[in-house]
């Protein structure tokens, strides 16, 4: 194998991280807040979920209309809908922002299955609207905010479906 080869490849990339700049500590992912992977067991709105640990995940960067507590907002149960196919029982990868907790005591993180951010699609399929919470999602707003502009201009999910729209 070649030097390129062995440099391009995960463990090559990590180790000259590790030889170059030495303050990297490790190659491990990041689990200063919590599990980079885990199981999702149980989907409690569109924009929470608990995993195998035990642990709840408030999605960064997401707003859901509400299901919880009584709440039947348009679109609240669509949107739950989506992420229960989509995530339930899948092995997930957790990203972690600045802050790891909200002041319920859920963890926030991205969610991605098979390199797919799941965050970004919910708002990119119209079920869920932006919310930027600072420091949290500082690198992703105008991302994010693209996204939920293209969804509201296409009508796409709660912005074609729902007079109001209540995350908004």
Same mark, same amino acid.
């Given at each position: 194998?070649?030097?390129?080869?062995?440099?391009?490849?995960?463990?090559?990339?990590?180790?000259?991280?590790?030889?170059?700049?030495?303050?990297?500590?490790?190659?491990?992912? *990041?689990?200063?807040?919590?599990?980079?992977?885990?199981?999702?067991?149980?989907?409690?709105?569109?924009?929470? #979920?608990?995993?195998?640990?035990?642990?709840?995940?408030?999605?960064?960067?997401?707003?859901?209309?509400?299901?919880?507590?009584?709440?039947? *907002?348009?679109?609240?149960?669509?949107?739950?809908?989506?992420?229960?196919?989509?995530? #339930?029982t899948q092995r997930i990868d957790l990203d972690y922002d600045?802050?790891?907790?909200?002041?319920?005591?859920?963890?926030?993180?991205?969610?991605?299955?098979h390199g797919t951010q799941v965050n970004s699609r919910l708002?990119?399929?119209?079920?869920?609207?932006?919310?930027?919470?600072?420091?949290n999602g500082d690198q992703q707003e105008a991302q994010f905010?693209?996204?939920?502009?293209?969804?509201?201009?296409?009508?796409?999910?709660?912005?074609?479906?729902?007079?109001?729209?209540?995350?908004?």
């Open positions: 194998m070649s030097s390129m080869t062995r440099a391009s490849s995960p463990l090559g990339l990590c180790a000259l991280a590790l030889f170059i700049l030495p303050s990297v500590s490790s190659c491990e992912p *990041d689990e200063r807040c919590g599990p980079s992977r885990d199981t999702v067991v149980r989907v409690i709105d569109g924009d929470t #979920i608990e995993l195998s640990g035990g642990q709840t995940v408030r999605l960064l960067m997401v707003d859901t209309p509400e299901t919880t507590g009584g709440a039947t *907002d348009c679109y609240g149960q669509e949107a739950k809908q989506w992420l229960t196919t989509t995530l #339930i600045v802050e790891c907790e909200d002041r319920y005591g859920r963890l926030l993180a991205y969610v991605s299955l708002v990119e399929l119209g079920y869920a609207c932006v919310l930027h919470i600072p420091p905010e693209a996204l939920e502009l293209l969804a509201r201009t296409q009508g796409r999910g709660m912005w074609g479906a729902c007079e109001e729209v209540t995350c908004d």
